[in-house]
């Protein structure tokens, strides 16, 4: 049972932490065994010393019947069986004062390690995560990827990766007080086999199962109820506008009473081990004292049995429910290793920190043949598309929903990689080697416009450092984005935080920020996806200017559109239809027949 026990959990997770951990991490784990079985030894001297010492302290006539005490005694120079004793005690506390400060020492560096490992597995899965394509995030809830970014690593560093650690240091001093005791009396061993052993087993085939239950519905709660908050938060109008707070409330305290529930059941169960295992070794001591009581001929074999055994189960009991946890946390924790696994595998392509191949771009942008279908659709969103534009060209693009125009527009930004065909610049094909430098010229304004909670400086010097941004620059952007003027009137300029998600400013104005920041990277491609859909007219107009403004740069622009007064600055107008362009038009002729239509 206890090999199926080790064969089943410890053996298989110590495997599959050695799949997940990197190579660094492998040569600091063996300096953490070493450490482990140093600890082990300090603790079976820390124990081996007190029984002598204690035996000296009570029966001071043995310092001058054993042969090596005597030596010491008159090597030192003693002369005084009392200060002798003194003397022992002094040593005593000193390696029990050593012992347990490099205890903590060992636990400190243990510590260090399990944790370094959980940063290192974050930053990877951070990694990881922003290497997939866009269809991967639109497969997956953000607050489950938040999840296995920031708390899954320090679960496994915390809960498998240290448990496993602490198992494999307990199995060891266990083993080594076993091994010195039976030298002593090798019937104290047999004892505590027979009655230690079976309450270990048990205890843990009692545990294991709830333990895993509740540490899943610990998971699972905890991301429900991020999940609930985050959305409450962001929908703060609508839930207001349908008076549902006492609705969305309700769900939150059920959740919160359940995670409750889990919680307290999670730790009184963590509790049981260690009471079972004391039940079962004070029983132990009682059954020995009854028998000595019964049958007195065997009176003084127990009484020297007894002490040898409390002293061994004082140390070995704590043992063994630091293992009882250990392999709880273990088994309760196995859920966390699938998803990790998931997450570093190499599914997403390129690196976001590799250097790309070189890139230049001074004449055109071609797709040739170019095809899409998303893994859900049943038909091809981009259908055999031949489309070159000159650089400095304007380009508009229209299209009843699902024709195809976002979707072109996420291959053209690399979000989406064609399944046929290929996207071609100055006819060198962008490809997971170029594809960095590509996006690096690309300036994108959306409907829905990113913005951090922070300054203006934050938001349009992009990743670029306060102290780093160029005030010459800053301040061309701000007028071809036509946001000089906003900022002057603001009573700290560009250090005026704008609040989450641009909260502080209007519509128009997000949109302005992010043309603005598209402008201080020096994009040299610039596409607007329904950048003004979502705005009044007045507010179009604006940022229509800022467009035709930046029209004179010779910048390449993609315009997305529903509303055609946006394209008028464009030189043509593509129509798409069923993942293909059906015809082109000039701004003109489209208004015309618009009119005509009339």
């Known amino acids: 049972m206890k090999k199926m026990l080790f064969k089943n959990i410890v053996f298989s997770t110590i495997r599959e932490i050695n799949l997940i951990l990197f190579k660094q991490h492998k040569k600091k784990l063996l300096l953490m ?76 560096l243990q510590t260090k390690f399990s944790y370094g490992v959980a940063t290192d597995l974050s930053q990877k899965l951070f990694k990881n995560i922003l290497n997939r394509d866009l269809q991967y995030f639109n497969d997956h809830n953000s607050t489950n990827l938040v999840r296995n970014i920031q708390i899954y690593p320090f679960h496994f560093s915390t809960y498998l990766l240290l448990p496993t650690l602490i198992l494999l240091s307990e199995v060891i001093v266990v083993l080594i007080i076993l091994i010195a005791i039976s030298l002593f009396n090798i019937t104290v061993i047999g004892l505590m086999v027979v009655t230690l052993l079976p309450s270990f087993i048990l205890t843990y085939k009692l545990i294991r199962n709830r333990t895993q239950f509740y540490e899943m519905e610990r998971n699972r709660l905890n991301t429900e109820l991020t999940r609930q908050a985050y959305q409450t938060i962001h929908g703060y109008i ?36 260690s009471k079972i295992i004391e039940i079962t070794a004070i029983s132990a001591i009682i059954i020995m004292f009854g028998y000595s009581l019964f049958s007195p001929e065997i009176n003084a074999n127990i009484t020297t049995m007894i002490p040898l055994f409390i002293a061994a189960a004082y140390r070995v009991m704590p043992s063994m429910n630091r293992m009882l946890i250990a392999l709880g946390s273990i088994k ?76 072109l527009i996420n291959i053209l930004l690399r979000f989406l990689k064609e399944q046929q065909g290929g996207l071609y610049v100055d006819g060198k094909k962008i490809t997971q080697s170029n594809e960095n430098n590509w996006r690096q010229i690309i300036g994108y304004v959306k409907q829905n416009v990113f913005i951090i ?32 003027d906003v900022v002057q009137r603001l009573p700290q300029g560009l250090n005026t935080n704008i609040g989450e998600n641009g909260a502080k400013l209007s519509g128009g104005q997000r949109q302005r920020i992010a043309i603005a920041r598209a402008l201080y990277k020096d994009a040299q491609i610039l596409i607007f996806d329904e950048a003004t859909s979502a705005l009044d007219s007045e507010t179009e107009k604006e940022i229509t200017e800022s467009i035709e403004a930046i029209s004179n740069e010779h910048k390449t622009m993609f315009i997305i559109a529903h509303r055609i007064t946006t394209l008028k600055n464009c030189d043509v107008i593509y129509e798409m239809e069923d993942g293909k362009l059906k015809n082109s038009y000039s701004y003109d002729e489209i208004v015309k027949s618009i009119l005509e239509a009339n």
Not at 340 to 354: C, M
Not at 455 to 483: C, E, R, T, W
């Open 33 to 108: 065994l070493f450490l482990i079985l140093l600890g082990s030894v300090l603790d079976v001297i820390g124990l081996a010393v007190i029984l002598p010492v204690a035996n000296l302290i009570f029966n001071p006539e043995n310092i001058h019947k054993s042969h090596y005490i005597q030596s010491i005694y008159k090597t030192l120079g003693f002369t005084s069986d009392t200060n002798f004793l003194y003397f022992l005690l002094a040593c005593l506390g000193l390696i029990f004062l050593l012992k347990n400060a490099a205890a903590v020492v060992i636990s400190y």
């Open 453 to 484: 909670d922070g300054n203006f400086y934050d938001n349009i010097a992009f990743g670029v450092p306060k102290q780093d941004v160029d005030h010459k620059k800053m301040d061309n952007v701000l007028k071809l984005s036509q946001l000089y």
């Open 332 to 407: 309760g924790y196995q859920y966390v290793i699938g998803v990790i696994k998931d997450s570093l595998s190499p599914k997403g392509k390129g690196s976001a920190y590799e250097i790309d191949e070189p890139l230049d771009y001074t004449e055109s942008i071609e797709f040739r043949n170019l095809s899409y279908k998303y893994p859900s659709g049943n038909k091809l969103s981009v259908d055999s598309l031949n489309l070159k534009i000159s650089k400095g060209q304007k380009i508009g693009i229209i299209g009843k929903s699902g024709s195809g125009k976002t979707t």
């Open 238 to 273: 609508d839930v207001k506008l349908f008076n549902k707070e006492m609705y969305f409330m309700t769900l939150f305290g059920k959740n919160q009473q359940n995670i409750k529930r889990v919680y307290i059941n999670a730790f009184t169960l963590n509790l049981v081990p």
